[in-house]
């Protein structure tokens, strides 16, 4: 068996609040979704100011069941973003729908506005954006999109907990938003999701296609149809509401090491720099990126991430765009569709980013980074 690296990409921020609450958990007479969990779906929607948070297994399952309960599935299409972390969008196909992807802005590596207006066609339902790694995708002009054609807003807010655009919290611009709670985030619950929302009807909508409703669950008779078993678990909420009383402390500890990185970053030639763009307030990034300059291939970011791996440092490729996976090739898109995507794809390296790095960690890792670099494509361009 391997041994770990000495420096992890991720590593969850877990107190003895966290210990006694599980504990608590596993000494009580009932381990499958209960009263914790409807705790947390309150807890959860009163930190965003919305009616209601549904809690289920995964957020992928969460948007399944949210197109589900929109009645949005075979010969419908969703147009969403094929960029970043996106185990979540798999939710559109499991749901029977088509996704049409657009690429993303540059700068803030979000959906464009006017590229997702261009994917729009008759048989589109939804729009679903991303806040990529944590930056807040344009929601005013996505807003002011959806409403003039007719259209829902699914804001994908599972990597960028915290974050604010013109004052407002992440999860809190679109029809619905979808959260996960599985590492590398900055709050987990081990795995699950949430689906938060200010529509009452939905929200009873998804709660009945995740499981049994209760007064089902004594009963072999069959329900309106069968559910997907996609409940959260007492020990998952358990674990979340703990983490989510904490998060301000938590982000606050991240956001000391993104400091840390910003710092020792600046040596660090031929790379596109963090941006945050003007509308938005704050930013908490799941994971610290670099993009390396265009003059870099992905075979030479691939080498850079194996000096790191050599060095004991856990990095990764940030991204294989969603449109290029195997899963995706019947739906016509080739190498080249998405020109903004791939560009950043190619070229974004993941760093380590929790709370218990320390400084010198951090410059261990962006000169280890940075030699790297400068091995495989000294003097290369930023755009």
């Not at 309960?69 to 185990?87: L, T």
């Not at 590229?115 to 929601?139: D, E, Q, S």
């Not at 739906?331 to 790095?357: I, Q, W």
Request: net charge negative.
């Amino acid at each position: 068996m391997s041994s770990l690296p000495s420096i992890l990409l991720s590593d969850p921020d877990i107190s003895l609040a966290e210990l006694e609450a599980v504990e608590a958990v596993l000494k009580s007479p009932r381990l499958s979704a209960g009263p914790m969990v409807e705790t947390f779906e309150a807890a959860f929607a009163r930190y965003l100011g919305r009616k209601h948070a549904v809690a289920v297994s995964s957020a992928t399952l969460g948007l399944m069941l949210t197109l589900r309960a929109y009645g949005i599935g075979p010969g419908d299409e969703v147009v969403a973003p094929p960029f970043g972390f996106r185990e979540t969008l798999h939710g559109i196909a499991l749901a029977g729908a088509r996704p049409v992807f657009s690429d993303i802005d540059y700068w803030s590596c979000t959906l464009a506005p006017e590229k997702a207006a261009a994917a729009i066609t008759a048989k589109t339902k939804a729009i679903i954006a991303c806040n990529a790694n944590g930056h807040p995708a344009m929601w005013g002009p996505l807003r002011e999109l959806a409403d003039g054609r007719g259209l829902l807003l699914i804001e994908d807010s599972s990597e960028a907990i915290g974050s604010r655009y013109q004052g407002r919290l992440v999860g809190t611009f679109g029809d619905c938003a979808v959260f996960d709670l599985s590492q590398p985030g900055a709050l987990t619950a081990g795995e699950g999701g949430l689906v938060v929302t200010d529509d009452t009807e939905l929200a009873g909508k998804i709660r009945a296609w995740r499981a049994r409703r209760p007064q089902e669950r004594h009963s072999v008779v069959l329900g309106d149809f069968p559910p997907y078993r996609a409940e959260m678990s007492e020990l998952n909420a358990a674990l979340g509401l703990t983490q989510l009383q904490r998060l301000d402390d938590i982000l606050d500890r991240r956001k000391s090491v993104e400091a840390y990185y910003d710092g020792h970053i600046q040596s660090f030639e031929g790379i596109k720099p963090p941006y945050i763009a003007p509308e938005v307030d704050e930013i908490h990034w799941m994971l610290y990126l670099i993009h390396l300059g265009t003059r870099f291939s992905r075979s030479s970011r691939d080498a850079i991430l194996q000096d790191l791996a050599t060095e004991q440092i856990e990095a990764a490729a940030f991204c294989h765009p969603l449109h290029r996976q195997s899963h995706y090739a019947g739906l016509g898109y080739r190498k080249g569709a998405f020109f903004v995507t791939e560009k950043l794809a190619d070229r974004a390296v993941a760093l380590p980013f929790h709370g218990h790095l320390t400084e010198d960690q951090v410059g261990f890792i962006v000169k280890t980074a940075k030699d790297a670099s400068i091995n495989v494509g000294a003097g290369a361009a930023i755009y």
